[in-house]
């Protein structure tokens, strides 16, 4: 009679499932410390634009009493800056794709810096005529308008769909962070250092000239630039898609 006995049969190794390679882990981790890199840098990033807004906010009864301007210039500061930041953002989605979206973020945090440095600093260069100060202002939103979509591009480019709803959650917390820092600096300068309000929107303008610096030296805006691919996972329809 044939021999119907069974042989227990052992796995093949080959086909067991295999731990994670040290390459793969090493190159999780180094993604991994790029993303909240990126995260931290593009929020202070904004937070800091945020900061000079809030400072002007927060010292605008110390601007009204001052010699030169009134209420009327006030209101005229802020719809300058306003239409200049509408307008500079508009013409930023257009050229959002053809640009080198470090050097927008730059650009505008520099000149940003430099220019509310300049409006706090006009006393001190006997800079006195409400035209200029209005108009400095309208240049301001202007520069300051690339830094929102450009930023919103850098962190889609590092973060995978299915988390970036969270993240942008949680990024977008960087405009009310500014404001905290632009109020504190304000209340520092004003109230415990004792110093005239222009005081407010220089100290403001270092913070935001400080983090452009870090930018300049770390930010990276493609995972490609530092050897990281990122894998898009794909899209699968649900329940209410594809229907006409």
């Given amino acids: 009679a044939a021999d119907t006995t069974q042989t227990p049969t052992t796995p093949n190794p080959k086909s067991a499932s295999k731990p994670p390679s040290t390459a793969n882990t090493t190159a999780n981790r180094h993604l991994r410390r790029h993303q909240i890199t990126i995260f931290t840098l593009t929020f202070l990033s904004y937070a800091s634009i945020h900061a000079t807004r809030e400072s002007w906010s927060t010292m605008k009864t110390n601007f009204t009493n001052a010699k030169h301007y009134s209420s009327v210039t006030e209101g ?96 977008s917390a960087c405009g009310s962070t500014g404001n905290i820092f632009g109020a504190q600096i304000s209340n520092l300068v004003l109230y415990v250092f004792g110093l005239n309000w222009r005081w407010c929107l220089i100290f403001t303008a270092g913070f935001v000239a400080v983090v452009g610096v870090v930018d300049y030296f770390v930010l990276v805006v493609h995972p490609e630039e530092v050897g990281l691919v990122m894998e898009e996972e794909e899209e699968t329809a649900g329940p209410g898609d594809n229907l006409e």
């Fill in 76 to 171: 005229l500061c802020d719809t300058t800056f306003m239409i200049g930041f509408s307008l500079g953002t508009y013409i930023m989605g257009f050229l959002e794709s053809k640009i080198n979206l470090k050097y927008a973020i730059l650009i505008g945090q520099f000149c940003s810096a430099i220019l509310v440095a300049l409006i706090g600093a006009t006393s001190f260069l006997e800079w006195t005529s409400v035209p200029l100060f209005v108009f400095l202002w309208f240049v301001n939103g202007l520069m300051q308008s690339p830094s929102w979509p450009a930023m919103i591009s850098v962190l889609s480019f590092w973060f995978p769909h299915r988390v970036r709803g969270t993240v942008m959650g949680v990024w």
